[in-house]
């Protein structure tokens, strides 16, 4: 192997579902200019998909690719990137899996695929030891993922395959339809399970056995042993260890966090969170802790349900996200259905946040006397009743009577429906927003101007959560405020630094939770520059890493202005959070303030060196980050402030 | 000589240890290659192991390289009686 490959393969795959054309090409060109993951999925993205492709037609690309560090003992090196087109904001998608696939792709030879066109007919792509072929999935479509996967593993006669698949959400071309992988892992948000099944692609397995070697062994492995050693002396990862992302929730509630009956309220009373306290999912349904691959902190775990409503339930699971989006939204307090609708989620390859969110609409609307049976198909909608919820699940993954209109999103079915029911659609750029961010000032500014959409995993600063210093915050972003929950001063920077960073993470190959991300206390940049340096014998400085972060960051704001045309009215929160205040809890009365916001987003587009007045981008700004190529394409759709 | 144990309910199928076997014994990232093999049953939760019979003889792994990188505790060591 070339020497210079170190940490990649130097390979990828590129397949014309329309052509039927595989082509094995050299990925060291790419990996030069964006390592990997994120960053290379955005740079293809971006250079191949036409602005006025529809994102669920054969002119979308789908990039799957891994990090320079996926598949090595680097911990956590476990996370794969899809990107394409996102068919709910009409602007870029990018989502981040972990599981064991991407390692496998690795050890198969690939450092990425890339896929376009369409196949006419359902298949699934096979990628075995630098070889691949597109293989029949006529009898997989309308299987559940779970189900798919067994049945591949079948077929290929290999229980190690690993295998990423859609369900017959993706197949109906969903809006929140996700990509399911290891039968618990989700690729969730931008729909991306919609742009699968639009190719006709109904999953990618992989098998790989050659393996893949690094550039300094010795200093790598002192790397590693070193980022261990503070992951095991870290009181966060102790605690994920025990209990998973879940133990976040009676902490988030106390900041009001939990989107409470479609964001009416951020806070949820004691009683309900005590119910589903992760004590009572740990005690009453965990059979075991699981883990990712290659990862020490193991915040998964695998759930059996024994008695009642829904005994026999079996299902790796869930994040935190789950609680929040499952019960506190639509007002549940009730931990089977909590794992019911998990499991549904998995199975019907349906995006818990998205899918959750077009619900709590719904209810809000049936609540409000804005729809009724006539309209639901005579299911009567109530907060806190699971089993009509259910029922609208299965109906929005097969597009069956209303559910067909909540199978388009929120925004959509507002549009469609009208009748004052765009004020209760709580979206961001078109997409369902995922939790309370009234009372975190920089949590939401990350979360709201997020390029993919309402997200907190971009720029959304988690040092308000964790209650950082004045002093560090001092001395880590130049401003002191950084730990104080409801200021809106400093914020901007603080959001600045950690969407470079984590852009840097996501084109890595690693997850995020090992990082100071999650935590400041936990290890960051200068460590996971070593790793890097080590594995593929570059010598990049941590500036220099940073730098194709913030280039990242501004490739995905770029195709969302030339694909969706988004500007400065478009980083804006839903108006509800701006006029209604928290009604509950240690944060009542706050709300995003409409003058505060407006001064965030200045300061805000200046770090960026992107033009206030429009958020557009700059000639100035992108000359500075060596971005002529898309400086060029910006001025040709006349999107560019030649400033 | 000290013999390798499992603790089949602390496992996490991270496969760290076979990664970590693989890279001691040939410097690559192959777990093909690890003399340890993890399966996950994704249906019932449970997971199993296997070892080849003589892992522990290798020139370059003397020391359980596995059980030092084993997050869970689930691999250890005991001297054999
Ligand atoms: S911390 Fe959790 S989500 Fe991240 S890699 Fe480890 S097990 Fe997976
Ligand atoms: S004892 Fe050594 S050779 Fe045997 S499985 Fe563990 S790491 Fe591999
Ligand atoms: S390293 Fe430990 S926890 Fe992970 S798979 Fe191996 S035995 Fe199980």
Same mark, same amino acid.
């Given at each position: ?27 060291? %060109?790419?990996?030069?200019?964006y390592?990997?993951?994120?960053? /290379? ?17 054969k ?12 598949g ?11 990107? +394409? ?6 602007g870029? =998608? ?13 050890? +198969?030879? *690939? ?44 077929? /290929?006669?290999d229980?190690y ?26 690729a969730g ?21 050659q ?6 062994? &010795? ?35 106390? @900041? ?15 009683d ?10 740990k ?9 990712? *691959? ?9 759930y ?6 829904f =005994? ?13 989006? *499952? ?11 909590? !794992? ?7 199975? !019907? ?5 998205? %899918? ?5 609409? =719904? ?5 409000? &006397? ?28 097969y ?32 997409q ?12 939401a ?17 988690t040092?308000?959560?964790g ?28 959001? *600045?630094?950690f ?8 084109? @890595? ?15 960051g #940049? ?16 941590? &500036? ?5 972060g913030?280039?990242?960051h501004?490739?995905?704001? +770029? ?46 587009y ?14 100035? &700004? ?8 898309? #400086? ?12 | ?19 970590a076997c ?5 410097? $690559? ?21 296997c070892? $080849? $019979? ?9 020391e ?10 689930a691999?250890?060591?005991?001297? $054999?009686?």
């Amino acid at each position: 192997m070339d020497e210079q490959a170190g940490g990649w393969t130097g390979k990828l795959l590129r397949i014309d579902l329309t052509t039927k054309e595989i082509k094995v090409e050299s990925s060291l %060109s790419l990996v030069n200019h964006y390592p990997g993951g994120r960053g /290379l999925g955005q740079w293809v993205i971006f250079n191949e998909i036409p602005v006025t492709a529809d994102p669920l037609e054969k002119e979308n690309v789908m990039v799957f690719s891994c990090g320079p560090l996926t598949g090595t003992m680097a911990p956590a090196s476990c996370r794969l990137s899809i990107d +394409a087109k996102n068919p709910v904001t009409g602007g870029m =998608a990018s989502s981040n899996m972990g599981g064991h696939f991407a390692p496998e792709l690795k050890f +198969a030879g *690939f450092d990425a695929v890339i896929v376009t066109g369409q196949a006419p007919a359902p298949v699934y792509l096979y990628i075995n030891n630098g070889k691949a072929c597109l293989k029949h999935a006529e009898n997989l479509w309308g299987l559940g993922t779970r189900e798919t996967e067994n049945r591949i593993k079948q077929e /290929l006669m290999d229980k190690y395959t690993r295998i990423i698949s859609i369900g017959p959400a993706g197949e109906n071309l969903v809006k929140s339809a996700c990509i399911i992988g290891d039968e618990s892992r989700a690729a969730g948000r931008g729909a991306l399970g919609a742009v699968m099944g639009s190719k006709n692609l109904k999953a990618l397995a992989v098998r790989g056995t050659q393996g893949f070697s690094i550039f300094n062994p &010795g200093e790598f492995l002192h790397e590693v042993n070193q980022y261990r050693e503070k992951l095991n002396r870290n009181e966060v990862i102790k605690t994920l260890r025990t209990l998973g992302t879940p133990a976040t929730i009676p902490g988030a509630n106390q @900041m009001c966090r939990l989107p409470v009956r479609n964001f009416q309220d951020d806070h949820w009373p004691e009683d309900k969170i005590n119910s589903v306290h992760p004590e009572e999912f740990k005690n009453n349904y965990r059979v075991r802790k699981l883990s990712c *691959f290659n990862c020490p902190v193991f915040c998964s775990a695998f759930y059996r349900i024994k008695n009642g409503e829904f =005994a026999g339930l079996a299902c790796e699971g869930f994040e935190a996200n789950l609680v929040w989006n *499952f019960q506190s939204r639509i007002d549940i307090n009730h931990p089977p259905a909590a !794992l019911k609708f998990h499991e549904m989620c998995i199975d !019907l390859g349906l995006d818990i946040d998205n %899918s959750s969110g077009v619900i709590a609409w =719904a209810l809000e609307l049936f609540e409000k &006397g804005i729809i009724t049976k006539k309209d639901t198909g005579g299911l009567t909608l109530k907060w806190g009743d699971y089993t009509p919820v259910m029922e609208l699940l299965h109906k929005i993954a097969y597009r069956e009577g209303f559910g067909d209109i909540l199978a388009r999103g929120v925004k959509e079915a507002s549009s469609l429906l009208q009748r004052e029911s765009e004020y209760f659609a709580i979206h961001v750029k078109n997409q369902e927003l995922v939790e309370g961010i009234r009372s975190l000032k920089g949590w939401a500014l990350g979360t709201v101007v997020a390029p993919r959409g309402g997200g907190h995993l971009n720029g959304a600063i988690t040092t308000e959560i964790g209650k950082l210093s004045r002093q560090d915050s001092r001395e880590r972003f130049g401003v002191e405020t950084a730990g104080v929950p409801t200021s809106y001063e400093g914020k901007p920077q603080v959001v *600045f630094w950690f969407e470079k960073f984590k852009s840097v993470v996501d084109m @890595m190959g690693l997850c995020c939770f090992i990082t100071c991300w999650l935590h400041y206390e936990l290890p960051g #940049l200068e460590e996971i520059t070593r790793l890097f340096n080590a594995a593929t014998g570059k010598n990049l400085t941590a &500036g220099e890493i940073m730098k194709t972060g913030q280039r990242i960051h501004n490739l995905e704001k +770029a195709f969302n202005t030339l694909h969706a045309g988004f500007q400065r009215q478009d980083d804006y929160p839903p108006r509800r959070l701006m006029d209604e205040p928290i009604k509950s809890g240690p944060f009542k009365g706050e709300m995003l303030e409409q003058n505060h916001w407006d001064k965030m987003l200045d300061e805000y587009y200046n770090l960026h060196g992107w033009d206030p007045e429009t958020g557009l981008q700059t000639r100035s &700004g992108l000359e500075g980050l060596g971005m002529e190529s898309v #400086l060029e394409k910006l001025k040709n759709n006349r999107s560019l402030v030649e400033k | 000589m000290p013999r390798l144990n499992y603790h089949h309910n602390l496992c996490t199928a991270c496969r760290s240890c076979e990664l970590a076997c693989a890279f001691i014994n040939f410097q $690559e990232f192959n777990p093909a290659k690890a003399k340890i093999k993890i399966y996950l049953d994704r249906s019932s939760g449970s997971i199993s192991l296997c070892t $080849e $019979e003589n892992c522990i003889y290798t020139p370059d792994c003397r020391e359980f390289t596995c059980t030092n990188y084993c997050p869970s505790g689930a691999l250890y060591t005991t001297k $054999e009686v």
